[in-house]
T-cell receptor, first 111, second 113 residues
Framework: DQQVKQNSPSLSVQEGRISILNCDYT??????FLWYKKYPAEGPTFLIS?????DKNEDGRFTVFLNKSAKHLSLHIVPSQPGDSAVYFC??????????FGAGTILRVKS | EAQVTQNPRYLITVTGKKLTVTCSQN?????MSWYRQDPGLGLRQIYY???????DKGDVPEGYKVSRKEKRNFPLILESPSPNQTSLYFC????????????FGDGTRLSIL
């Protein structure tokens, strides 16, 4: 049973528009959430994170929102650029324990 | 340059032939782990290590072994590989668990025939 779910396998967005990637989780004990980006033939790289005591964290064009009551988080990319085309993984951890990853969402930004 | 290095990057082998995938990090990280990535399943943890000589099972440890004799190295061993271990494997390291971002290697694609 997957504790972290990314229900959209892929997303296509026009350059300059907003990309919204979603992630749902079932374990209410998760206290830290991270997003990773992965290009083909490379390993995932850390993008942005958020603690469960916050509801928003922003870093440049990337913002992560956390809705604890809905057990939902989302990653917003504004404006989207062609170089953002990659696979995005949502991950969660419980009190410093191992990370649990979602299945990933393929983002394609069209120029 | 801070990095996690995996070798080999690609390997095609046959069922039952023991193989080792090496992983080395140069960041003096205490925490290291191995993942496999399969379509529709994301990254699943195989084994992890909190420090030298300290290892523990992740979510999918069956058929794998690891060792952590030195801080920088964390090899993954398949004693008797089987076709269901065909996958893309990633090694990762971090300064700690949970909130500490993990640094990943570029992956090893294994095909077991």
């Amino acid at each position: 049973d997957q504790q972290v779910k990314q229900n959209s396998p892929s997303l296509s967005v026009q350059e300059g528009r907003i990309s919204i990637l979603n992630c749902d989780y079932t374990n209410s004990m998760f206290d830290y959430f991270l997003w990773y980006k992965k290009y083909p033939a490379e390993g995932p790289t850390f993008l942005i994170s958020i603690s469960s005591i916050k509801d928003k964290n922003e870093d440049g064009r990337f913002t992560v929102f956390l809705n604890k009551s809905a057990k939902h988080l989302s990653l917003h990319i504004v404006p989207s650029q062609p170089g953002d085309s990659a696979v995005y993984f949502c991950a969660a951890s419980e009190y410093g324990n191992k990370l649990v990853f979602g299945a990933g969402t393929i983002l394609r930004v069209k120029s | 340059e801070a990095q996690v290095t995996q070798n080999p990057r690609y390997l095609i082998t046959v069922t039952g032939k023991k193989l080792t995938v090496t992983c080395s990090q140069n960041m003096n990280h205490e925490y290291m782990s191995w993942y496999r990535q399969d379509p529709g399943l994301g990254l699943r943890q195989i084994y992890y290590s909190m420090n030298v000589e300290v290892t523990d099972k992740g979510d999918v440890p069956e058929g794998y072994k690891v060792s952590r004799k030195e801080k920088r190295n964390f090899p993954l061993i398949l004693e008797s590989p089987s076709p269901n271990q065909t996958s893309l494997y990633f090694c990762a390291s971090s300064a700690g668990t949970g909130s500490q971002p993990q640094h990943f290697g570029d992956g090893t694609r294994l095909s077991i025939l």
